[in-house]
């Protein structure tokens, strides 16, 4: 059958509207685009390129031969959960309750789970963008709208955040304050000065704030003990209206494995609980003992990683000011590139000149925001003979124009 006829007999059936009316996705589309071509460096996925290391592996394994392959608690195994607190003890020196930690099957699903717990139709999210388009779908999904606000971008300081400009997008229908720092994909974060004002801000208002702070150990400095970017936490009290999400994905290179968690105010544990038993039961068992080991023994493998990744990202700026015609921030934060080819206003066509030109595929900018055209995102994080690799290819087509 034809794409066509699935797609007008798809029409035809009744699903809910908000399905047929879901914004496409541009990096998806590019995917797609790309399939089949041979010899194709692809950095438009966000993550490493390295495995799940030994250790986590070892201790799933464990788990499952010592028969954790049934059902497991709603809201995450008491050892994970206890983990969890251990982990802010140790790396923020915070004091987060296990009862105030919520695991969840990945980063999507705690988003997904937040979303659920808080919208309803009519409601209104204030997103701070250029941001990850999924956040973006599943807030379509509960069928509240996103008012986004963009970043600022200057060449001498990057991205930078207008609090009045948020502020300002805010109005009696805000629900949530969606806050994704370190930001995908332009690695801006934010200070905790300027949490600490959007949050007495989101107090007054009785706005929730949802904070993503899945990128929150990909910094490449930090003013705290231990390589970490500031959290909402820092500067919260137990019981704001506060959501924090994070995972396992990234830091730990677990993409695979679907493990994230949510820091919570007590009093939404048993909401969080309803929706998360309705929605997938539990989060994968085994999965949460490699995320234990994850969190006890995984500081030295993190140190290997950002190390790697600073590596390739400093060679990243110095080929890209090399070759001149591209405007990038300098990342302090996350494995992307955000950057601006000059005179190429239409992202998709520079992204597919990109894969057809020199096989190099990247994700266009557009998928990240109505501000973000223009732009295209590259994941720097594959080895750096791979990179150099990809900058060289790049540069054939840079130098065409
Ligand atoms: C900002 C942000 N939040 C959440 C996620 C989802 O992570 P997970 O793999 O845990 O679903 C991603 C993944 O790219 C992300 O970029």
């Not at 685009?33 to 986590?56: R, V």
């Not at 994080?381 to 840079?398: N, Y």
């Amino acid at each position: 059958m034809s794409k066509e006829t699935i797609h007008e007999i798809r029409q035809g059936m009744k699903f809910r509207p908000v399905l047929h009316a879901l914004t496409s996705n541009p990096g998806v589309e590019m995917m797609s685009y790309a399939k089949g071509k041979e010899n194709l460096i692809s950095m438009a996925q966000g993550e490493g390129s390295a495995p799940t290391p030994d250790f986590i592996c070892r201790a799933a394994y464990n788990a499952m031969q010592d028969g954790k392959t049934f059902y497991g608690q709603t809201l995450g195994q008491d050892p994970l959960r206890e983990a969890i607190s251990e982990y802010y003890k140790d790396i923020y020196e915070l004091y987060i309750p296990a009862s105030r930690t919520f695991v969840t099957a990945s980063g999507s699903t705690a988003m997904h789970l937040s979303l659920a717990s808080l919208l309803d139709k009519g409601d209104e999210v204030v997103a701070i963008t250029p941001i990850w388009k999924n956040l973006l779908g599943a807030i379509e999904l509960t069928q509240a709208t996103t008012r986004q606000v963009s970043l600022d971008y200057s060449d001498d300081q990057g991205w930078t955040l207008d609090i009045e400009k948020l502020f300002a997008a805010c109005n009696e229908r805000t629900k949530v304050m969606l806050i994704v720092s370190p930001s995908n994909p332009t690695g801006w974060t934010a200070t905790q000065d300027e949490m600490r004002t959007i949050l007495e801000f989101a107090r007054e208002r009785g706005i929730w704030i949802l904070s993503d702070e899945v990128y929150s150990r990909l910094v490449y400095e930090s003013p705290h003990k231990h390589l970490r970017a500031d959290s909402f936490l820092d500067v919260a009290k137990p019981d704001d209206q506060l959501l924090v999400v994070n995972s396992f994905s990234k830091s730990w290179a677990m993409t695979g494995w679907r493990i994230g968690w949510i820091v919570g105010p007590a009093a939404a544990e048993e909401k969080i609980r309803d929706v998360a038993l309705y929605n997938n039961l539990c989060p994968p068992t085994f999965s949460q003992y490699g995320a234990i080991a994850a969190l006890k023994e995984g500081e030295p493998f993190i140190k290997n990683q950002i190390d790697l990744w600073r590596g390739n990202r400093d060679l990243t700026v110095r080929r890209f000011d090399e070759m001149g015609k591209i405007k990038m921030a300098h990342p302090s934060a996350t494995f992307y590139g955000f950057f601006k080819v000059e005179g190429q206003r239409d992202c998709k066509t520079m992204t597919k000149r990109f894969i057809d030109e020199c096989g190099v595929l990247m994700s266009p900018g557009c998928a990240f925001g109505k501000e973000a055209v223009g732009y295209i995102r590259m994941c720097f994080a594959i080895s750096e003979r791979r990179l150099t690799e990809a900058l060289d290819r790049m540069e054939t087509v840079i130098k065409k124009l």
